[in-house]
T-cell receptor, first 113, second 113 residues
Framework: DGGITQSPKYLFRKEGQNVTLSCEQN?????MYWYRQDPGQGLRLIYYSQIVNDFQKGDIAEGYSVSREKKESFPLTVTSAQKNPTAFYLC????????????FGQGTRLTVV | AQSVTQPDIHITVSEGASLELRCNYSYGATPYLFWYVQSPGQGLQLLLK??????LVQGIKGFEAEFKRSQSSFNLRKPSVHWSDAAEYFCAVVPGGYNKLIFGAGTRLAVHP
C-alpha cells in the first residue's frame, strides 16, 4: 500500500542530545514537509522540500535540520539548539502542483527529559 | 499579516445536531483550500478540498464546505453529527503562487450523546 511512514511513533531523549525522526514515502511525490504540532497552535511548518537535494525553511526552522538525498526520504534532526523540542511531529508529502492535497504520516511524539 | 483563522477553539454539539466550523483566510489571491480531520495521536485525513469551480464541495463522511470569495471563508458543515465525528478539524490553504500548506489553529469538536 502507498503511504507515508514515520518512525518511531514515540521517542524519548535527554536534553542536549540531537535526535533524528524518520519519514519515508512511496507515493512518488516530489514535495515533502515537516510540521510541528503543539496544543492550541495548529500545525507549524518547519521545513519543506520540492526536489531532491533542495529544501526551504518554514516558519519555525531554528533548531532543526533536514536532508533530502532521496526522493522517498526526508529525515528531520532536532538539534540541541531547539529550546523546546517536546512536541508531536508530522511529516507530509504531495505532488509538486499546489492543487493537490498533502498526505500525512501518523506522527512521532518526541519527549525530551 | 497573511493567515488562516479558525475562530472557534472548542465546539460541543449534541449527536444528531447540525455543525458548522468556520475558517477565514487573508491571502490576496484565492488559495487552494482544504479541511483535514485528526483523531487523537494520529495523522491528518483529508475531508475535502476546493481548487476552482462549484463553490459548494462535498467530502467524505457526509461533510461539505462552501467557499465564499466575498467573505474569504471556507466553512465546513455537516447536517447531522455522529459521535464518531469527535476530533480536531483543521482548515488549511495553499496560497496562490506558493507550494506550501498553511494551517489554522484547529477546532476541537466534542459530541454529546
Amino acid at each position: 500500500d502507498g503511504g507515508i511512514t514515520q518512525s518511531p511513533k514515540y521517542l524519548f531523549r535527554k536534553e542536549g542530545q540531537n535526535v533524528t525522526l524518520s519519514c519515508e514515502q512511496n507515493l512518488n511525490h516530489d514535495a515533502m514537509y515537516w510540521y510541528r504540532q503543539d496544543p492550541g497552535q495548529g500545525l507549524r511548518l518547519i521545513y519543506y522540500s520540492q526536489i531532491v537535494n533542495d529544501f526551504q525553511k518554514g516558519d519555525i526552522a531554528e533548531g532543526y535540520s533536514v536532508s533530502r538525498e532521496k526522493k522517498e526520504s526526508f529525515p528531520l534532526t532536532v538539534t540541541s539548539a531547539q529550546k523546546n523540542p517536546t512536541a508531536f511531529y508530522l511529516c507530509a508529502s504531495s505532488r509538486i502542483n499546489g492543487d493537490t492535497e498533502a498526505f500525512f504520516g501518523q506522527g512521532t511524539r518526541l519527549t525530551v527529559v | 499579516a497573511q493567515s488562516v483563522t479558525q475562530p472557534d477553539i472548542h465546539i460541543t454539539v449534541s449527536e444528531g445536531a447540525s455543525l458548522e466550523l468556520r475558517c477565514n483566510y487573508s491571502y490576496g489571491a484565492t488559495p487552494y483550500l482544504f479541511w483535514y480531520v485528526q483523531s487523537p495521536g494520529q495523522g491528518l485525513q483529508l475531508l475535502l478540498k476546493y481548487f476552482s469551480g462549484d463553490t459548494l464541495v462535498q467530502g467524505i463522511k457526509g461533510f461539505e464546505a462552501e467557499f465564499k470569495r466575498s467573505q474569504s471563508s471556507f466553512n465546513l458543515r455537516k447536517p447531522s453529527v455522529h459521535w464518531s465525528d469527535a476530533a480536531e478539524y483543521f482548515c488549511a490553504v495553499v496560497p496562490g503562487g506558493y507550494n506550501k500548506l498553511i494551517f489554522g489553529a484547529g477546532t476541537r469538536l466534542a459530541v454529546h450523546p
